[in-house]
């Protein structure tokens, strides 16, 4: 999508096809974030890493391909993607949206407290405030949505370890799988 501006994550004027909206939607409700900042073919952007953790990427390069006129994309990880995810500490911060147990929290009261929020009076404070008042309404609304989440939902528990399955377990799940279906009747 050569016409999508990644520096600003708008889309262009008028989409050629609607998968710009598309894929807007889908970044904005999964709050992905497109680390490849820098023109891959020609100017254009068109090799994309979406991630939902920005913080894990610590570095993204890039070089010239012999085999393609776009250019190779190396993602350096500030951790082993090959570690499983138990043993993977995830610190959660009880005051930010990754670590609330939404399965938990009571929607009802979220929904009603949030309907109750005086919007249009926060984006005026945030009018006569700033030179930023876009960035600034979007941070209150941050804001807001998060306070009223945590006040209405459980901190989510930490991740424990799985016990591990002894020798003869794994191996009967494996011959599980092999028998054939026939067999089994």
Not at 13 to 21: K, L
Not at 32 to 56: F, W, Y
Not at 72 to 99: A, E, Q
Not at 136 to 153: E, G, H, P, R
Request: glycine content about 4%.
């Amino acid at each position: 999508m050569p016409q999508f501006n990644w520096d600003t994550c708008s889309l262009p004027p008028s989409p050629p096809s609607p998968c710009y909206g598309h894929l807007m939607s889908f970044i904005e409700r999964n709050f992905l974030t497109q680390m490849v900042q820098e023109p891959t073919r020609g100017s254009s952007v068109l090799d994309l890493i979406l991630c939902n953790k920005a913080h894990d990427v610590v570095k993204v390069d890039l070089s010239d391909n012999k085999l393609s006129d776009h250019k190779t994309v190396h993602l350096t990880l500030g951790f082993n993607p090959l570690t499983p995810i138990r043993y993977h500490c995830v610190d959660l911060d009880k005051n930010s949206f990754r670590g609330i147990n939404y399965f938990k929290g009571d929607m009802e009261r979220i929904r009603h407290d949030l309907n109750l929020v005086d919007w249009m009076g926060l984006k005026k404070l945030c009018d006569e405030s700033s030179d930023n008042s876009l960035d600034d309404f979007a941070k209150l609304i941050t804001l807001t949505v998060l306070q009223i989440t945590v006040i209405y939902s459980p901190a989510k528990e930490p991740v424990k370890k799985a016990k591990k399955a002894n020798r003869e377990v794994i191996s009967l799940k494996f011959k599980k799988e092999k028998v054939p279906t026939a067999t089994l009747r």
